[in-house]
């Protein structure tokens, strides 16, 4: 069993930046790859960020502007740089077990946080 608790949520203008930050707790949790998601309102949860030990991964949307760095207590942060009103969200922290070869899909991911809402106004 993995617990995840996400931080750092709120509200910010275009052009500025926020860090996420994701508690990772439970047994093994080290094993786990871990990642970001996010839900628009009327729209599917899609990939934002993951990190195994060795490897980051990004989407094309974010890459340049997000930073996901995981340290040795296994808090997986999320730095959210030149924000537009479409990253607008609820951001969601997940771990998935086992490779990280399917770090896109969702339904990969074996454990869920409660969520943290992003807004981003022009």
């Known amino acids: 069993q993995v617990q995840l608790v996400e931080s750092g949520g709120g509200r910010v203008q275009a052009g500025g930046s926020l860090t996420l930050s994701c508690a990772a707790s439970g047994s093994n949790v080290a094993a786990y790859t871990l990642g970001w998601f996010r839900q628009a309102p009327g729209k599917e949860r899609e990939f934002v960020a993951a990190?195994?030990?060795?490897?980051t991964y990004y989407s094309d949307s974010v890459r340049g502007r997000f930073t996901i760095s995981r340290d040795s207590t296994n808090t997986v942060d999320l730095r959210m740089n030149t924000l537009k009103t479409e990253d607008t969200a609820i951001y969601y922290c997940a771990a998935m077990r086992g490779s990280a070869d399917y770090y896109r899909l969702a339904n990969k991911y074996n454990y869920w946080g409660q969520g943290t809402q992003v807004t981003v106004s022009s």
């Open positions: 990190a195994s030990w060795t490897t």
